[in-house]
């Protein structure tokens, strides 16, 4: 049985749409200020292995990290709606960048969207 993470290229894939949202967020004022480490590679690798996880590949993440608990992880920062703008504005990028069949363009478009929405947590 074929998975999301087989349609879309697997882990090559998900690694060129983790990698151009990160250049986006490197040079984001917005965004920058709410990784604390110097290096955006840690996050990167994080968000990569969560991404290949969630859409059907290998339970990389959840082996080594545990369950996922994103609201509980981002709870120390505060999100807002412009922080939620900014981070759909450099996941639209990278998915334009891939290039997706539309049908599943808007599959990965509709999950992050809904993500981006459930993490918000200040409205001020």
């Known amino acids: 049985m ?3 993470y087989d349609e879309i290229g697997g882990a090559d894939t998900i690694t060129r749409i983790v990698a ?3 250049e986006g967020v490197a040079t984001d004022e917005v965004l920058r200020p709410m990784y604390p480490e110097e290096d955006l590679g840690p996050a990167e690798e994080r ?3 969560f991404l290949i996880q969630y859409w059907g590949g290998p339970t990389t993440y959840s082996d080594s990290r545990g369950h ?3 609201r509980m992880r981002h709870a120390p920062y505060a999100v807002g709606l412009e922080a939620k703008e900014h981070w759909l504005m450099h996941f639209r990028a990278a998915l334009d960048e891939v290039g997706l069949p ?3 363009d808007a599959k990965f478009w509709d ?3 809904h ?3 459930f993490m918000v947590n200040t409205f001020e």
């Open 115 to 117: 993500a981006a929405q």
């Open 47 to 49: 968000f990569r292995l």
């Open 20 to 22: 151009r949202f990160y």
């Open 68 to 70: 996922p608990r994103l």
């Open 102 to 104: 539309p049908e599943q």
């Open 111 to 113: 999950y992050v969207t």
């Open 2 to 4: 074929s998975t999301f």
